[in-house]
């Protein structure tokens, strides 16, 4: 499936569900937009980094309410696939997602610092 930078630009998650805490949407929002930007040419976001990011998980106590991480995870698969295909073409090489860690199941941001 071959993916457009408007694509990225038009995709809408859902909140998280009732009860669950969800991803940081600033986090999430700025990192499509370099998605975008790299399909329109202007950055360089590879399927490697859509495979290795990590959002922070919205707490609790806050109003704001998360997109749904199940919804941006389907989401970041096929653009990390459409991403792939590309490099694969420009580099005559295929892209090969590391097999036991392609859940795209994130840890959270402070985890990885502590």
């Known amino acids: 499936m071959d993916i457009t930078a408007e694509d990225v630009d038009k995709a809408w998650f859902p909140p998280a569900p009732w009860g669950t805490r969800g991803y940081n949407r600033m986090q999430v929002d700025a990192f ?15 399927a490697a980094d859509v ?31 459409a991403l792939a295909a590309r490099e694969s073409a420009a580099m005559s090489t295929p892209y090969l997602a590391p097999a036991l860690d392609h859940s795209h199941a994130r840890v959270p941001l402070w985890r990885k610092l502590v």
Do not use: I, M
């Not at 499509?32 to 590879?46: M, P």
């Not at 495979?51 to 749904?68: E, I, N, Q, S, W």
């Open 32 to 46: 499509l937009s370099r998605v975008a930007a790299t399909l329109e040419g202007r950055d360089t976001v590879t």
């Open 51 to 81: 495979h290795k990011v990590a959002f922070t998980l919205c707490p609790f106590a806050r109003r704001t309410v998360g997109y749904d991480p199940a919804a941006v995870d389907s989401f970041l698969r096929l653009v990390e696939a």
